[in-house]
């Protein structure tokens, strides 16, 4: 199956290469220091952390609490949730993805998305409205024009925000 055929809008933003991802609407910059240094060295821990912990609820838990503990919680846009499971995935962890995504690293299979603040079925069925809205030349524009995850994912929350406010009508469909 063509995976843009499960998306709403066609093309797929979330995840493009082994280098290109998004995390905007896990609260991947809803934090107090978003330089990219802060961000790298952030997700590199919770995922070499993550990487060490069994796969039981306890644990998961425990890591989300010692995360919590370890990091700065002031969280600039207060209403928005930041995942603390959010961190680095595919091959050579270049880019960023669920730690808790059943493809995870050391989760064979498994799901362990329910043990998130906004639930399994919210983290699995979200799509953003630049999925929904935006036009797919743009989209596809989108995804062939960001350096690394860190400038995609503020491209996809800048278009978010954008469309939201409805300030940028030649990008819709
Ligand atoms: S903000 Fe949009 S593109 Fe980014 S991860 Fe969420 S749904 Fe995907
Ligand atoms: S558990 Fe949900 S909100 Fe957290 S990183 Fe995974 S997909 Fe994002």
Partial sequence: MNPDDSVPGGVYLCQVSETISCGACCGLYNVADLS??????????????????????????????????????????????????????????????????????????????????????????????????????YKELLRSSAYNWYSYGLMVGEANSLLEDKVYSPLFE
Avoid: W
Avoid at 95 to 113: A, E, K, Q, T
């Fill in 36 to 137: 990219f240094e802060h961000l790298s060295a952030m997700l590199r821990y919770r995922t070499e952390k993550f990487s060490e912990i069994p796969r039981t609820m306890d644990a998961i838990l425990a890591f989300k609490e010692h995360i919590e503990e370890k990091e700065n919680q002031h969280r600039p846009v207060a209403d928005f949730h930041h995942c603390p499971y959010i961190g680095l995935i595919g091959e050579d962890f270049a880019r960023v993805g669920c730690l808790l995504h059943p493809l995870g690293l050391g989760n064979n299979g498994i799901d362990f998305r329910g043990l998130s603040y906004h639930g399994g079925l919210a983290c699995g069925m979200y799509f953003c409205p630049s999925h929904r809205i935006l036009s797919k030349p």
